[in-house]
């Protein structure tokens, strides 16, 4: 059985903040017209995305705008704070709107909890929005998901990397990171 549901815009989504029904510390986004709670961020995911953040800011020197938990917004009805976004850079910073697809190098995010929730519904949205290059780092088995050609059916390509892996950015080939440089160094 079907049921009718109801999705939110990004509008409608807003104005639930801008009036109080979503309170200003509640962790949540809009993704597919669904408003979904944020798990919490444990140590692990937090050190990866400040190490990744760290690494692209250094290897691009002012090429790219990285955005950390930061709205992207990708249609009318989704618009997730992915863990890391690389962006066009803009002088205003995005202080009149959130990031666009069309200014979207590259989104990252990082699972220790979410991976199911990063490689399936969240891929699946990116996809659809034409994000042509999103990564997903699971801290948990020291691994790099690199998906690449998108459709409104999912990505077409999906490369696995451990953490000896390297890859370039498809925006910037010549920009060339290790998997484990995102990662804790192993002892």
């Known amino acids: 059985m079907l049921l009718d549901v109801r999705l939110f815009t ?21 993704l597919a017209g669904q408003i979904i709670k944020m798990l919490a961020k444990g140590t692990a995911h937090s050190a990866a995305t400040t190490r990744t953040e760290k690494l692209l800011e250094s290897r ?9 938990q930061e709205p992207v917004q990708l249609d009318d009805y989704s618009e997730p704070e992915p863990d890391i976004a690389l962006v066009i850079p ?15 190098y590259l989104i990252i ?15 699946g949205i990116y996809a659809r929005s034409g994000i042509a ?11 790099l998901h690199i998906f690449r050609e998108p459709s409104q059916n999912g990505y077409q390509s999906e490369l696995i990397l451990s953490d000896s892996g390297s890859v370039s950015l498809l925006a910037f080939p010549n920009v060339i990171i290790t998997v484990g440089e995102m990662l804790r160094p192993l002892s």
Not at 94 to 103: F, I
């Open 10 to 30: 990004a509008k409608e989504y807003h104005f639930m903040a801008e009036a109080g029904i979503l309170n200003a510390d509640e962790r949540v986004e809009l």
């Open 60 to 68: 691009l020197e002012n090429q790219a705008l990285v955005r950390v």
């Open 90 to 104: 803009d002088r205003m910073y995005y202080e009149d709107h959130h990031p666009t697809p069309s200014e979207v």
């Open 109 to 123: 995010e990082v699972a220790d909890t979410t991976l199911s929730r990063d490689l399936e519904f969240k891929a």
């Open 133 to 143: 290059d999103y990564w997903v780092l699971d801290v948990n088995n020291r691994q």
